[in-house]
């Protein structure tokens, strides 16, 4: 572990990135600290508003920079992936992305490979065990890693090139939902932290060493709500716990539905929350730049359910600034500027959060209305000028305002 302080080069997972790949990889490292890009998931498959392909677009007039889509169901060579989204449809979705010059992330929410449970039916004792070299589903584990291998290389560039992707594997281990979670060292699984770390390591030196994948940049992201907040230490612990080893991460992510809008108990001292979410951001930032690594808010709620009980104080709003003219002194605006108040005062908190690359909230789901993860706001939502003040913002970059990141 790098000491306090120390900065080190920055490198990549795979030495041997792809030109555009190293491009994007060198492009983001420069844009840490200057700007931060906004991202949205399945952002032309779910669709709220009427006579759009975006939601994101109705609003202000522009795609995200940075799109969001899932693996899930490509290991069992589905045609479709658990959110029911086809596969060229996904391909061709990224390829859009790719050519208006954004960038592409994907996670993988597989099946678990003991039971081929889903969402909601995912655990099995041993899992993580049984497909580490030696285990009974090793072979058919490596099968499904063929899978997201042809899926990772088969949206090329006009050269024929596969184009670059972010991907998330493994997300949100520190919790108890998926196959691969370890839980946090409160409350463990269990998968041992260092079954969690052979696993990532062996999924990405499959990838990179033997199916020849270099277009890919690795994030890692654990989850917020199981995380000890009480002390920089504990904080520091958490984030940490059973994380692969800095050659094998490009990116420190964390998702948050818990600072951002989650289930009710978030709203009841929501001052304390955005402490909290401006801490976690410090945290990746500083590791960021203290590791060499590039750091994101990889995946996270809606801030709107903030919106009638957040009070800004005099420190928020003078980090907002004098160009956002809803920043009332007294904060009487906040409760139709969620976005602003909340999510961009935290994004600007200090130096390590402004380092935070991007911010992507989740799909807009008809059925995840009025919870945290529902994702951004719709023409006509009453948060629809404060989102658009958000993206806006000389800090945020949508993909019209992006640089050339692949160049």
Request: aromatic share 10%; hydrophobic share 40%.
């Amino acid at each position: 572990m790098a000491e306090e302080g120390t900065i080190m080069k920055s490198k990549p997972v795979d030495d041997d990135l792809n030109a555009k790949t190293r491009a994007l990889f060198d492009a983001l490292h420069r844009a840490t600290g200057e700007f931060a890009i906004f991202g949205h998931q399945n952002e032309t498959s779910n669709v709220i508003g009427e006579h759009t392909d975006s939601d994101v677009h109705a609003v202000t007039g522009s795609y995200p920079a940075v799109w969001g889509n899932d693996l899930g169901g490509v290991e069992l060579d589905r045609n479709r992936n658990l959110d029911g989204f086809g596969a060229e449809a996904i391909r061709n979705e990224m390829l859009r992305a790719f050519n208006m010059g954004a960038v592409n992330t994907l996670s993988w929410h597989s099946a678990n490979p003991l039971t081929l449970g889903g969402y909601g039916h995912n655990m099995a004792e041993g899992t993580v065990k049984a497909v580490l070299p030696g285990g009974e589903a090793h072979e058919k584990f490596l099968g499904w890693l063929d899978r997201i291998a042809a899926a990772l290389t088969t949206v090329t560039d006009t050269n024929g090139e596969p184009i670059p992707i972010v991907f998330r594997p493994f997300h949100e281990h520190t919790g108890d939902w998926f196959w691969w979670c370890t839980g946090s060292p409160a409350r463990p699984t269990d998968t041992t932290p260092e079954q969690f770390v052979e696993l990532w390591r062996m999924t990405i030196e499959y990838l990179r060493d033997v199916k020849h994948m270099h277009n890919v940049l690795y994030a890692y992201s654990p989850d917020r709500s199981r995380i000890d907040m009480s002390t920089p230490e504990s904080l520091e612990t958490g984030y940490l716990y059973a994380y692969p080893r800095d050659d094998y991460v490009d990116v420190l992510g964390f998702d948050d539905y818990w600072d951002i809008a989650p289930a009710e108990k978030s709203a009841e001292d929501p001052q304390a929350r955005h402490a909290d979410l401006i801490a976690m951001l410090t945290l990746v930032g500083r590791l960021g730049k203290e590791r060499g690594k590039l750091a994101a808010a990889t995946e996270v709620g809606s801030p709107g359910i903030f919106a009638d009980s957040y009070v800004c104080d005099s420190h928020d709003l003078a980090i907002i600034g004098a160009n956002d003219d809803t920043a009332a002194e007294d904060g009487s605006a906040l409760s139709d500027s969620p976005w602003t108040k909340y999510l961009l005062a935290a994004a600007l908190a200090n130096e390590y959060a402004r380092r935070a690359l991007w911010y992507l909230p989740w799909r807009n789901d008809p059925d995840a209305a009025g919870t945290g993860a529902y994702g951004t706001p719709v023409a006509g939502s009453r948060y629809a000028d404060d989102f658009r003040r958000f993206v806006r913002h000389d800090f945020m970059r949508l993909a019209d305002a992006l640089p050339p990141l692949y160049r």
